[in-house]
């Protein structure tokens, strides 16, 4: 089974997300902003993080700076989760090293989508 971390600052789309990859067999672990978004990534070692851009803390592109920046998670798959969809923002989030953005709102079926290819992607599955 895949793990996958989602960091968001509002609980509903937390609850929504994991609610919604939880039914579809993956595993969730949540967290509310950057910071604790790099410590769980270095603790569960998830499959995928699904990072939100405007977060406490550490924004999502500083944590992803901060993932990307350290050798024993730097691989890990990193898509951002967003309603700033701005060509700005879009081509930040990917120069920072996520390799998907997706931008809210979307609908579940939308994300499980984007999850099953990312992960397909890096070679993991729902195992």
Known sequence: MSRILIADDEPHIRKLVS???????????????GGEAVRLAREVMPDLILL???MP??????ALREI???????DIPV??????SQKAEVEE?????????????FTPKDLVS?????LSEAGEGTE
């Open 93 to 105: 989030g990917l120069a920072c090293g996520a390799r998907e953005y997706i931008c809210k709102p």
């Open 114 to 118: 984007q999850v099953m290819e990312l």
């Open 68 to 74: 990307k920046a350290d050798p024993a998670i730097a």
């Open 19 to 33: 609610f919604t990859l939880g039914n579809r067999g993956y595993e969730v672990v949540e967290a509310s902003d």
């Open 79 to 84: 898509a951002m989760l967003s309603a700033k």
């Open 57 to 62: 803390v550490m924004t999502g592109y500083d």
């Open 52 to 54: 939100d851009v405007m």
